[in-house]
């Protein structure tokens, strides 16, 4: 049965009705029941990933298996991840939750699903496993230690290639200066962390992948470890490298004048392909990976799942919502559609990709999957304190603000010592 229900948004009233109808006591499909299954799944929805967009992606399983009803639940403005606690509180919790990736303590809460190949083999499992358990199937990647460059600047600067360490990433700035153009376009939301980090992992975690649990354990600071490249980023503020009116731009503002054609390079997340691919005469736009400093032989690349999936322990349909999810994660089609639609990645996947979709794809088949970490506040076993991302943020704006990179090693520094356990 091939439904278009679709919850708008995940309230109070009448949508608290419909949540514990969902969560009737049927028997799940495959387990020897005449009864339909209705499977409740509480999805992210964007302008690309749009209810329509969900309930066409989800048609082909429901008219393969007749007996399973599948409802997109939209979270609405609250978004999944703050819905699903709530919802857990309430004991309404969806079958299945798409976007959130599992954490040492929500594992509890979510199905093992160690036993099915598709999970335990499919892309970044071992990085999102938990003692040694997979809670988690996705379809791709999102590689987010990237710089998006600006092919006619760099041939203005006279770069003829894309720069592979820190050092060279940090003179072609200098003749991007020189030549007249701003070099990183950055912004003041949730964005402004993002050129630091891009700067940063390759070469913190590629020095040492167990920066993550050195962290939280006090073994090393964010100073030590972390404190050369906020110096690096602070000094190419103060020389101009960076947008002067940071602050004040927001995450829409910066991507389109980047594509303008008014800034060198963009560090940005895999995604920002969809989006050159649907811009009118973007400027001419290539790629590279971050670079790391000299000596790091295996630079970390930065990378979060495409589409988690989970399954939540409280489901009474475990058995067809795995089934689903092999589909979803499995199935050529749904998967190639899932990839596509927010310009995500996964070798031996390809689509109709743009020139820029292409050299990313190279990216994705060059980088060994032990080469992946999180970014921001981390997912799996590498995850740092709660509100770290927010906090780095927040320092890292300070330092656009003029703030001494000393003093933003020192806040983070004290950020840590306050919240680890």
Not at 173 to 192: F, N, V, Y
Not at 315 to 330: M, V
Not at 395 to 414: I, K, S, W
């Amino acid at each position: 049965m091939i439904s278009r229900r679709t919850l708008t948004a995940i309230g109070a009233g009448a949508a608290a009705v419909t949540l514990l109808a969902g969560c009737s006591s049927t028997p799940s499909g495959g387990e020897g029941s005449d009864e339909n299954v209705e499977l409740r799944v509480l999805v992210n929805v964007t302008p690309n990933l749009t209810e329509d967009w969900w309930n066409e992606l989800v048609a082909p399983f429901e008219e393969a298996n007749p007996d399973i009803d599948v409802v997109i639940d939209n979270p609405g403005a609250e978004g999944v991840s703050a819905a699903v606690p709530r919802l857990l509180a309430a004991g309404q919790a969806p079958d299945i939750v798409q976007s959130l990736a599992p954490t040492p303590d929500l594992a509890e809460e979510l199905v093992d699903l160690s036993e099915y190949d598709w999970a335990s083999g499919g892309p970044l499992a071992d990085q999102y496993s938990i003692d040694g358990k997979y809670y988690m199937a996705g379809v791709g990647v999102q590689l987010q230690s990237l710089w998006f460059y600006n092919k006619d600047a760099f041939e203005a600067a006279g770069i003829t290639e894309p720069p592979t360490t820190v050092d060279e990433l940090s003179d072609d700035l200098a003749r991007l200066k020189d030549a007249g153009w701003t070099g990183i376009q950055t912004g003041g939301d949730w964005m402004s962390s993002h050129a630091l980090q891009t700067l940063a992992l390759p070469s913190v975690v590629g020095e040492n992948p167990d920066w993550y649990a050195d962290m939280n354990s006090g073994k090393t600071t964010f100073s030590k470890s972390y404190g050369d490249y906020t110096d690096l980023y602070a000094d190419w503020i103060a020389k101009g490298y960076t947008n002067a009116d940071a602050l004040g731009v927001k995450y829409p503002d910066a991507e389109q004048n980047f594509l303008a054609g008014n800034t060198a390079l963009y560090p940005m997340g895999s995604w920002f392909v969809g989006t050159e691919a649907k811009a009118e005469n973007p400027a001419p736009t290539g790629v590279f990976r971050g670079p790391a400093v000299d000596g790091v032989d295996d630079p970390a690349m930065g990378a979060n799942i495409a589409s988690p999936y989970v399954i939540m322990k409280e489901s009474k349909h475990q058995d067809a919502a795995a089934e689903l999810l092999e589909f979803l994660t499995t199935d050529k089609d749904a998967v190639l559609s899932q990839l596509e639609v927010d310009g995500n990645y996964r070798d031996g996947y390809e689509y109709d990709m743009t020139d820029l979709g292409t050299e990313l794809l190279a990216i994705v088949a060059d980088t060994p999957a032990s080469a992946y970490t999180p970014t921001g506040g981390g997912y799996g076993e590498r995850k740092l304190p709660d509100g770290y991302s927010g906090e780095l943020n927040t320092q890292t704006q300070a330092l656009l603000g003029g703030t001494p990179a000393d003093d933003v090693n020192g806040a983070m520094d004290a950020w840590f010592t306050a919240s680890i356990d």
